[in-house]
């Protein structure tokens, strides 16, 4: 008989109703906008720092081989979701193995996803050890809620910096990254941040599908706001140089290095970052219309992603030169080839568009990691309290469990980046991006192999030749390896240097604006 490690299996049950009402489907479109939503924002906002550390050549190496293994190890998540559905399905028909075959002419195929949402903590309870879930979740909620930190650290120190709040920090200079600030410019904060939680703690409460209309304009937004950057920083390479003194002909190129290997451990975890969206897969993957096509909705997210982030971030990185400012819309606080006093409206509205680029990414960032690990928490809540008339409340209380912690914490620490614990949060990602879903390939293959024999137990509508074992465990490797690295070199920096961490060393550099 086929069982999940001879335990009664989980509570799945198989319906299409979510939250008490039809379950809302979404687009491969609307998915591809929610997957491009989780990292683009954020990541574009480090890569060219990452890139000024690492060196033009390694950085686009380190880019491209992290954004593979990325989209290996999310196809992984959806193949052991697919298993994960075709074990409790057959585990709740109570069919013995013989019966496979029939079964899969009858349902064309038993791994096939349907309604049923797995979240990857139910993965591991079904494929791994049952502790190995609250593992994952701890792991989750330290990565996700210093992410949702830096969020609001951004959007108040960014909106603090570039609008005065009228009759509270009106004629002062704040700017928190170089220290330069007081306390008019400390309460315009508070203020900036309880804004921001009346933006974002409403949308928290929204399950992703009540989110389409929102989240697809500001992808679009996020577009329109890179190509400006994108477009400034190519011009102005070949009209003004950065560097004043420079008289070299054009392109005034700052910076040209090709390798910096003492800038890797730098580089590695903010690629990683930049591509991070495993522990949303669930959320993606459960209202996608079209489930066949989860795979190339991930690789267009992923390609799109990549193409991105090498273009602009090779270009500003080339052009701003060792001014790369950490969060890089610092380096369009002012307007475009202008003093602010001369500047024509058309460089003050590009100028203020790029530069609020951070505050209206981090509306939309915020409440989508928010929800994901909210869904986490809400899997592993007793059944009873996960139906009706429990669900609703239930589900609500973890969406404000998780929310407001984070805000609380960024409304008083506001320096994050600047902090050696941010880059140890951060390692946390290599967890999530590369060594649980390699042991979730491995595990998953296996248990299925053995319920239902090597020819079906192995193979889903969703394996391809990267489902082969040996690539989960190479990432497997390399993710163990590249956690125990970074976290060793961050700490040797560390112990040998009494500066603040990197990211604040750079973002020390005052910018000028950029020429047109």
């Avoid at 959007?155 to 709040?165: A, K, Q, R």
């Avoid at 560390?494 to 000028?512: E, I, K, Q, Y």
């Amino acid at each position: 008989m086929v069982s999940i490690n001879d335990d009664p299996p989980p509570m799945f049950p198989d319906e299409d109703e979510d939250n008490g009402g039809p379950l809302k489907k979404i687009s491969a479109t609307t998915g591809f906008a929610y997957a491009v939503n989780y990292v683009l924002g954020m990541g574009i906002l480090g890569i060219p720092y990452a890139i000024v550390q690492g060196g033009l050549l390694l950085s686009i190496i380190v880019l491209i081989v992290v954004a593979l293994l990325s989209l290996l190890s999310a196809f992984w998540i959806v193949e052991a979701t697919a298993r994960a559905n075709a074990v409790v399905n057959l585990a709740n028909r109570d069919l013995d193995t013989t019966e496979l075959d029939p079964l899969v002419k009858k349902y064309n195929n038993p791994f096939k996803l349907g309604t049923r949402r797995f979240e990857i903590v139910d993965l591991c309870k079904i494929f791994l050890p049952s502790w190995s879930r609250h593992v994952y979740a701890l792991v989750s909620l330290i990565y996700i809620w210093s992410i949702l930190w830096s969020y609001g650290n951004v959007f108040g120190t960014s909106l603090t910096s570039l609008i005065p709040f009228p009759g509270v920090s009106a004629g002062e200079s704040c700017d928190f990254f170089t220290g330069q600030f007081g306390q008019p410019c400390i309460n315009a904060y508070y203020i900036y941040m309880a804004f921001f939680a009346l933006a974002v703690v409403p949308l928290c409460l929204l399950d992703l599908p009540d989110q389409v209309i929102a989240q697809v304009i500001l992808c679009f937004f996020r577009f329109v706001a890179i190509t400006m950057m994108f477009a400034t920083a190519v011009g102005s390479l070949y009209t003004n140089p950065y560097d004043p003194d420079n008289d070299n002909d054009p392109p005034y190129v700052a910076y040209s290095t090709l390798f910096r290997f003492e800038g890797f451990s730098s580089l590695f975890p903010i690629a990683v970052f930049s591509q991070l969206l495993h522990y949303a897969i669930p959320g993606i993957l459960h209202p996608l219309e079209r489930k066949s096509r989860i795979r190339r909705v991930f690789f267009l997210s992923s390609s799109t992603t990549l193409a991105i982030y090498i273009t602009t971030g090779v270009a500003c990185a080339m052009y701003f030169g060792s001014n790369t400012r950490a969060l890089i819309t610092l380096n369009w606080k002012h307007p475009a080839g202008f003093s602010p006093a001369e500047a024509p409206m058309w460089a003050k509205v590009l100028s203020y568009f790029v530069f609020l680029f951070p505050v209206v990414d981090m509306i939309s960032a915020f409440p989508l990691s928010a929800v994901a690990l909210s869904d986490m928490a809400f899997a592993m809540i007793h059944p009873r309290l996960r139906t009706q008339p429990y669900r609703t409340r239930t589900k609500v209380l973890c969406r404000l469990a998780i929310a407001l912690p984070p805000l609380i914490a960024s409304t008083f620490v506001r320096s994050l980046f600047c902090s050696p614990v941010f880059n140890f949060l951060n390692t946390t990602g290599f967890f999530i991006a590369f060594i649980t879903p390699a042991i979730l390939q491995i595990r998953s293959k296996a248990v299925c192999a053995q319920k239902f024999g090597p020819r079906l137990g192995t193979s889903t509508p969703y394996s391809w030749h990267g489902s082969h074992n040996i690539y989960a465990v190479l990432v497997l490797i390399f993710g163990i390896a590249a956690f125990v690295y970074v976290n060793v070199d961050t700490v040797m920096q560390l112990v040998g240097s009494s500066l603040p961490s990197a990211a604040c060393r750079v973002a020390t550099h005052h910018a000028p604006s950029i020429k047109l």
